[in-house]
């Protein structure tokens, strides 16, 4: 049993029989924490099984055990590091002056876990782990 089920297993034996998720384990959180997210985020009704405090408890176990897998060295040079050193290097650019004078925007679109490896690369570790619809803003 990997440490993150052993200091929750109360915690996770519930979505584990409730969720349906066939081999359920501290790893597989994200699973029943997405979908919760997406209940909640479009106002869309809990299973039965779901009330607020249960969310919180598989909120904390998603943060948790998000951290175990993405707060990595290795994740973050193989996750983090290309996408913040293309916007470095425009950054960069920016200061010579070789991008123009007028003003310009650029978007980059990455998932929850790309966004988390990339504030881990440059030393930030949130509290929360993103969720799936956040958003990181770098502005020069």
């Not at 425009?90 to 876990?113: C, I, M, N, V, W």
């Amino acid at each position: 049993m990997a440490n993150g089920n052993v200091q929750n297993k109360g915690i996770v034996e519930y979505p584990r029989i409730h969720s349906g998720i066939p081999d359920f384990e501290f790893s597989k959180v994200w699973m029943v924490f997405d979908t919760l997210f997406v209940c909640c985020s479009t106002m869309k009704e809990w299973p039965a099984w779901v009330n607020a405090t249960i969310f919180d408890q598989i909120r904390r176990l998603y943060d948790e055990s998000s951290r175990l897998n993405y707060h990595t060295d290795v994740i973050c040079r193989l996750r983090g590091r290309p996408p913040l050193r293309h916007i470095i290097s425009r950054f960069e650019a920016k200061a010579r002056g070789t991008l123009g004078d007028k003003p310009k925007l650029h978007a980059y679109s990455a998932q929850d876990t790309t966004l988390a490896a990339m504030l881990a690369a440059v030393g930030i570790y949130p509290k929360q782990f993103p969720d799936y619809s956040s958003a990181v803003m770098l502005v020069v």
